[in-house]
């Protein structure tokens, strides 16, 4: 009887009911929780440690990792899983630790992922942290016969006039005046009629409703005061069925990048950036990271992709 009041009062916390929630699912790292719930190493340490010393999880050892589940010979399995299935199901959280978990679940299986970007750490002539050619390739891959493109936040527009060699029309939207002055001379010097130059705000970008086939943020939604309205706002500019593509930074702790790059975001988790993208109103979701810098300190490029609903 002790150990069903004991489990009962361990079950009553949030956060222990979400892990074993999620360990009744998959057996997980503290990193990989950690990614998951957004929380830190110590506080998810802590509540393992009750749910173990409870015998409700289990570890073992795997190389440096230690991995984490729910104990199969526990004597009141079933009803426990019972209860932590129906405590899910009233939390806010569980659709969203159910999508972060799918995608620490790829990211583990995904052998053939390649961090390191062999090929260029520069574009064009100036640098820029995550724009890579690789990272470049897999956003030019969306791109499928003639279409109009919004590049949102373009800068000086490199991108830009490479999509305008094979989009029926390219939009750039920078919100300076510097840029959009030498974008525009840049377009017009190589011939690019297809290629305009608009000065606005990629979170209410000069472009009418529905008139888009493909909205892009190439390291430009770290810049966003509001990364979420930015997203909303490609979302009002696509037609039925448009995609979105973010090539952006993988989170990192390089606060120098504030100053640097006036970067206003260190970047975006995999789980954060599905999360803002489905909350934009997008579907057919895909979130991965493609490319990881040799040089310190090893910014990681993401790609975001989703397609707009009617």
């Known amino acids: 009887m002790a150990s069903i009041v004991k489990s009962l009062r361990l079950l009553a916390d949030p956060t222990r009911l979400r892990l074993l ?5 998959e057996e997980l790292t503290v990193a990989e929780l950690q990614e998951i719930l957004g929380m830190g190493q110590s506080r998810i340490s802590s509540h393992l440690s009750q749910l173990k010393g409870a015998q409700l999880v289990r570890d073992r050892r795997a190389g440096k990792n230690i991995f984490y589940t729910l104990r199969e010979d526990f004597p009141l399995k079933s009803q426990i899983a019972e209860i932590v299935a129906a405590g899910a199901l009233e939390m806010p959280d569980t659709e969203g630790d159910i999508t972060a978990l799918q995608l620490v679940l790829r990211k583990r299986q995904d052998k053939a992922r390649e961090y390191f970007n062999r090929l260029a750490g520069r574009f064009g002539r100036s640098y820029c942290p995550g724009r890579t050619w690789k990272g470049v390739s897999h ?3 969306t791109l499928v016969g003639p279409i109009v493109v919004a590049d949102l936040g373009a800068g000086e527009g490199t991108l830009s006039q490479m999509l305008a060699r094979h989009a029926k029309q ?5 919100n300076s005046e510097k840029m959009v002055e030498f974008g525009s001379a840049l377009a017009r010097e190589h011939g690019f009629a297809n290629l305009e130059y608009r000065l606005g705000d990629i979170e209410d970008p000069p472009i009418p409703p529905g008139t888009v086939d493909l909205a892009l943020f190439s390291q430009a939604l770290h810049h966003a005061n509001n990364p979420a309205r930015a997203l909303a706002a490609a979302h009002r500019l696509l037609r039925p069925g448009g995609r979105v593509a973010v090539l952006d930074l993988l989170a990192h702790q390089f606060e120098q990048a504030r100053e640097m790059y006036a970067d206003m975001w260190l970047g975006f ?3 954060e950036l599905h999360r803002l993208l489905e909350s934009a109103g997008f579907k057919e979701i895909e979130v991965q990271v493609v490319a990881r810098e040799e040089q310190p300190p090893h910014f990681q490029t993401l790609f975001g992709t989703g397609i707009a609903g009617s």
């Open 21 to 25: 929630h999620l360990l009744h699912r």
């Open 139 to 141: 956003l030019l891959m």
């Open 170 to 174: 390219v939009i750039a939207v920078d």
């Open 269 to 271: 988790s995999e789980a």
